[in-house]
């Protein structure tokens, strides 16, 4: 069981789908499975916000969604005494203890959720975002890399991943974009960008694990609080698309784990 250690309450995970940007849902049936894992997994109350989709809303739309959500997060603790959502006035939860969790695109969306809002987020106070686990975050760039250019995957390749940017991206842009490729030529310098820890996992035959790796390696560079955990032979979505399975219980544990050190 993963309890708040401070007051027995239960911690809050905020859990971000994935689908390059232009599909998904929380309602979807792998996701909401997902979401199911994750709260008797880490016993603890899943929040899983929807987001806009592209082409109809291009980035920055879901960013900015991302952040609203975070927003309403903090309006439900400011008011949790007095009309808040049932699930959340109840006084069973710890808006001092939240994680945010992002498969894929939400991944990225993750990532920028951790840089808008700091080391501390406070500007969310009171709710405390304690650390951000991203899972096989989606980002892009115009280099290939050498795992992007080996097989596909069974259910994902190359020309889909590129479909998702071309349809995502604002107008004009490229997968240079800051949305796209967090250390592209204008891209923020993250050096000097105090961050909450993250937790990065990514399945070793998966087309996006050289730029998860290499995300992971130049934050740690940077002197970020970043772990980076590899499933060998596994491809995209392999925690999302069966959470019961063997290899979802070492995330489960992996995640539980990382919780646990960054609690208060």
């Given at each position: 069981m993963?309890?708040?250690?401070?007051n027995?309450?239960l911690?809050?995970?905020?859990?971000i789908?994935?689908?390059?940007?232009?599909?998904?849902?929380?309602?979807?049936p792998n996701?909401?499975n997902?979401c199911?894992r994750?709260?008797?997994?880490l016993n603890?109350?899943?929040?899983?916000?929807?987001y806009?989709?592209?082409?109809e809303?291009r980035l920055?739309a879901a960013?900015?969604?991302?952040?609203?959500a975070m927003?309403w997060?903090?309006?439900?603790?400011?008011?949790?005494?007095?009309g808040g959502?049932a699930?959340l006035s109840?006084?069973?939860?710890d808006?001092?203890?939240?994680f945010?969790?992002?498969?894929?695109?939400?991944?990225n969306?993750?990532h920028?959720l951790?840089v808008?809002l700091?080391?501390g987020s406070?500007g969310?106070?009171?709710?405390r975002v304690?650390?951000?686990?991203l899972?096989?975050?989606?980002f892009?760039?115009l280099a290939?890399?050498?795992?992007?250019?080996?097989?596909?995957e069974?259910?994902?390749?190359?020309?889909?991943?590129?479909?998702?940017w071309r349809?995502?991206m604002p107008v004009?842009?490229?997968?240079?974009?800051?949305?796209?490729n967090?250390?592209?030529?204008a891209?923020?310098?993250?050096e000097p960008v105090?961050?909450?820890?993250?937790l990065?996992?990514?399945g070793?035959d998966?087309?996006?694990k050289?730029?998860?790796?290499d995300?992971?390696?130049?934050?740690e560079e940077?002197?970020k609080k970043?772990q980076y955990?590899?499933?060998?032979?596994?491809q995209?979505?392999f925690?999302t698309d069966?959470?019961f399975s063997?290899?979802a219980?070492?995330?489960i544990?992996?995640?539980?784990k990382f919780m646990?050190?960054n609690?208060?």
């Open positions: 993963l309890i708040s250690p401070s027995n309450k911690p809050i995970l905020f859990f789908h994935g689908g390059g940007f232009c599909v998904g849902s929380r309602l979807w996701c909401h997902c199911l994750l709260a008797s997994g603890a109350l899943v929040v899983a916000p929807d806009r989709l592209a082409p809303h920055p960013m900015e969604d991302g952040i609203s927003q997060l903090q309006a439900q603790a400011l008011r949790s005494e007095n959502h699930w109840n006084g069973e939860v808006f001092e203890q939240v945010v969790l992002g498969d894929s695109s939400g991944g969306i993750a920028h951790a808008r700091g080391a406070s969310l106070a009171p709710v304690r650390g951000y686990i899972l096989a975050p989606f892009g760039g290939r890399t050498k795992s992007e250019e080996g097989p596909s069974h259910l994902l390749n190359l020309e889909i991943l590129d479909r998702f349809l995502s004009g842009e490229s997968r240079e974009h800051p949305l796209a967090p250390f592209g030529p891209s923020l310098n993250l105090a961050l909450d820890p993250i990065v996992l990514v070793s998966e087309l996006l050289d730029r998860v790796e995300y992971a390696k130049r934050l940077m002197g970043i955990l590899e499933f060998e032979g596994k995209h979505g925690f069966d959470p063997e290899s219980n070492d995330v544990e992996l995640i539980k646990l050190e609690s208060a």
